[in-house]
T-cell receptor
Framework: EAQVTQNPRYLITVTGKKLTVTCSQNMNHEYMSWYRQDPGLGLRQIYYSMNVEATDKGDVPEGYKVSRKEKRNFPLILESPSPNQTSLYFC????????????????FGDGTRLSIL | AQSVAQPEDQVNVAEGNPLTVKCTYSVSGNPYLFWYVQYPNRGLQFLLKYITGDNLVKGSYGFEAEFNKSQTSFHLKKPSALVSDSALYFCAVRGQASGGSYIPTFGRGTSLIVHP
């Protein structure tokens, strides 16, 4: 089954304790991205990657890191989490279409709910 | 900068009645427009997209959307609502112009509630 898998689904942790949220897709998609979803704000992109070893900042990258060493995996790293990073996080992937990535729909994981105390 | 507005936080409709969820956008050049649906505790699922061509786009689960360039709108519609359509709906835009961002912009979402 084609899917984007995120782990963990839920995490409660404390300020300053490094954490990693994993994301893996089995569709051989070139493009992967991370979003956070906050009430009243919709989805905002944190980082994206257009292929292995190619990452770039989205709208809200501060306090986050990513890496893309393999095509299927795109982990999100919070080196020193803070309470304002409490949110619902989504990983997504898409194909490169004719003319680029912009005309392709994204496939989303089921989300990771992070609570940072 | 590109932007998306979903002017209604919530839309209520009776089962069997037509529904409309509104979306307007602002983008440089021609837009790529998308609708997604989110059910509780799930990620977003793609419904339909407008890239070019016919202004009326048909998608999954009987949904359709009408692209109106002059009004910069992309409203989501369904002729007959089902209780199971109750969910959170997101409109998204990506600019098509050269130098346009790969970063899609999402609206804040509209909660659709279909009453039996």
């Amino acid at each position: 089954e084609a899917q984007v898998t995120q782990n963990p689904r839920y995490l409660i942790t404390v300020t300053g304790k490094k954490l990693t949220v994993t994301c893996s897709q089995n569709m051989n998609h070139e493009y992967m991205s991370w979003y956070r979803q906050d009430p009243g704000l919709g989805l905002r992109q944190i980082y994206y990657s257009m292929n292995v070893e190619a990452t770039d900042k989205g709208d809200v990258p501060e306090g986050y890191k990513v890496s893309r060493k393999e095509k299927r995996n795109f982990p999100l790293i919070l080196e020193s989490p803070s309470p304002n990073q409490t949110s619902l996080y989504f990983c997504a992937s898409s194909l490169r279409g004719t003319g680029g990535f912009s005309n392709q729909p994204q496939h989303f994981g089921d989300g990771t709910r992070l609570s940072i105390l | 900068a590109q932007s998306v507005a979903q002017p209604e936080d919530q839309v209520n409709v009776a089962e069997g009645n037509p529904l409309t969820v509104k979306c307007t956008y602002s983008v440089s050049g021609n837009p790529y427009l998308f609708w997604y649906v989110q059910y509780p505790n799930r990620g977003l699922q793609f419904l339909l997209k407008y890239i070019t061509g016919d202004n009326l786009v048909k998608g999954s689960y009987g949904f359709e959307a009408e692209f109106n360039k002059s009004q910069t709108s992309f409203h989501l519609k369904k002729p007959s609502a089902l209780v199971s359509d109750s969910a959170l709906y997101f409109c998204a835009v990506r600019g098509q112009a050269s130098g346009g961002s790969y970063i899609p912009t999402f609206g804040r979402g509209t909660s659709l509630i279909v009453h039996p």
